[in-house]
């Protein structure tokens, strides 16, 4: 079990009130608040070791770039990858992901092939496949949901063909809570001719990644939703795939040679990170990866599927309110989607924030997914390691009052 009180004090943001009630956070899916571990050695960085990486011989430039060289090796241990010339920087999974349709995909897509992904996946795993199949010529297949909002391996089978191309599957969904088989879904594209594209954003925080047992050839994730820094995420590639890939972005750092007329790049990884990177960010995920394994991925996963259960059977005392996604909370992870017959999820979530309560509303970046469970938006209340019980029975009585101030006003 986690200690809470411990790990809750290791978060400031969390000690402060919102409209005179203690903040209740349950909006990590969006983003997740910052230890001091982290917020300190990002500090360390600026006051003592603030210099350009790889560029110069100084002192100074030396400790950041060994800093920042230190924090690839730590997402490379995270992840279980080969090498650190598979472990790219970039600003979040949403550029990685277009690094890889614009970079792979452009490569090797040709008119006919067909690229796979499924209705419930994040705009940012819809959008650069749909721009890749408009400008190739290429077609764009959805693998259907189970009525819980799961995926069958019957299903997958079905949809992907020897004319697949590229198979991109988010393995956590940010609305539903999902887990999604990847492994098995890698083999079958595999045994297809295809690669397989995963975007682990809600999956790097909350779960044990390895790479090499899911044998996935590209998988992207980002530094804030595991209480690293916003503006730094990273791209996994296997060697063979990005050495043959050509950049999509060139400046300084990433060349070789650079002549009048042509000029050639760096070895991985340097070759996909132009420009002056994102130092301390890099460094600042590092500290979260320390954070989060002493903690222990298995920890936090089992003290989320037990709040995912607690709050799935408190919600479920709550008339007219519907839970959406699986029900057992072994196949999902730490988040709650649901609405409130008659009440917009914006005004739902208005409520709960005038009572301290932060949840996220809207189409949560999933549009396709909303018109798929016959929605328009839904609230969702989203767990991490700082959150307990009390803070679903916070959700829950915010959610009363709610339910109660509409049906009088209406």
């Known amino acids: 079990m986690l200690n809470h009180k411990e790990i809750r004090s290791y978060f400031p943001i969390l000690d402060q009130e919102i409209n005179g009630h203690p903040l209740v956070y ?26 350009n990486v790889h560029r ?6 030396n400790r950041a770039t060994d800093d920042y060289e230190g924090a690839r090796d730590k997402v490379r241990k995270f992840i279980n990858a080969a090498s650190t010339k598979e472990i790219i920087f970039m600003r979040g999974t949403t550029t990685a992901l277009n690094t890889v349709a614009s970079g792979y995909g452009r490569q090797n897509i040709q008119e ?18 749909q721009q890749l199949a408009k400008e190739k010529g290429a077609v764009l297949k959805y693998i259907d949901l189970e009525a819980d909002g799961t995926i069958s391996l019957e299903k997958v089978r079905a949809t992907i063909t020897a004319k697949t191309k590229i198979v991109s599957m988010m393995m ?13 879904v890698t083999k079958i594209a595999h045994e297809n001719g295809a690669i397989m594209v995963v975007d682990a954003a809600q999956t790097a925080p909350h779960l044990v990644i390895d790479v090499q047992d899911l044998d996935c050839d590209f998988l992207a994730f980002s530094g804030h939703k595991m209480c690293a820094p916003t503006g730094i995420g ?26 009048l007329y042509e000029s050639t790049w760096k070895e991985l990884p340097w070759k996909f990170e132009g420009g002056t990177p994102i130092i301390a960010g ?31 059977d408190e919600l479920a005392t709550i008339d007219g309110l519907t839970i959406f996604g699986p029900q057992d909370e072994m ?40 018109k798929w ?27 009363r009052v709610a339910k109660e101030y509409f049906n009088d006003v209406f």
Not at 39 to 47: D, R
Not at 56 to 61: D, I
Not at 115 to 127: F, G, K, L, Q, R
């Open 112 to 129: 006919g092939d067909e690229i796979v992904i499924t209705y419930m996946e994040h705009h940012s795993n819809i959008i650069p496949w």
């Open 234 to 259: 990273v791209l996994y590639g296997k060697q063979t795939l990005l050495e043959n890939m050509e950049p999509v972005e060139f400046g300084g750092e990433m060349i070789d040679f650079v002549g």
């Open 26 to 51: 349950l909006d990590s899916a969006a983003t997740a608040q910052k230890p001091r571990q982290v917020i300190e050695a990002i500090e360390h960085y600026y006051k003592t070791n603030n210099a």
């Open 56 to 61: 110069g011989v100084h002192t100074l430039g």
């Open 373 to 399: 469970l016959d929605v328009t938006a839904t609230a969702r209340a989203s767990f991490y390691l700082y959150n307990n019980e009390e803070d679903i029975d916070a959700l829950v009585k915010g959610l």
């Open 172 to 184: 956590v969904s940010n609305v539903l809570g999902t887990i999604n088989p990847i492994k098995e």
């Open 331 to 370: 196949k999902r992870c730490g988040l709650v989607t649901f609405n409130l017959d008659d009440v917009h999820p914006h005004d739902v979530a208005t409520v709960l924030d005038m009572n301290g309560i932060a949840v996220r509303a809207g189409h949560h970046c999933a549009q396709p997914l909303m």
């Open 282 to 312: 890099a460094i600042g995920l590092g500290a979260a990866i320390d954070f989060l394994e002493e903690i222990g991925l298995d920890n936090i996963a089992q003290h989320e599927h037990q709040l995912a259960r607690y709050a799935m």
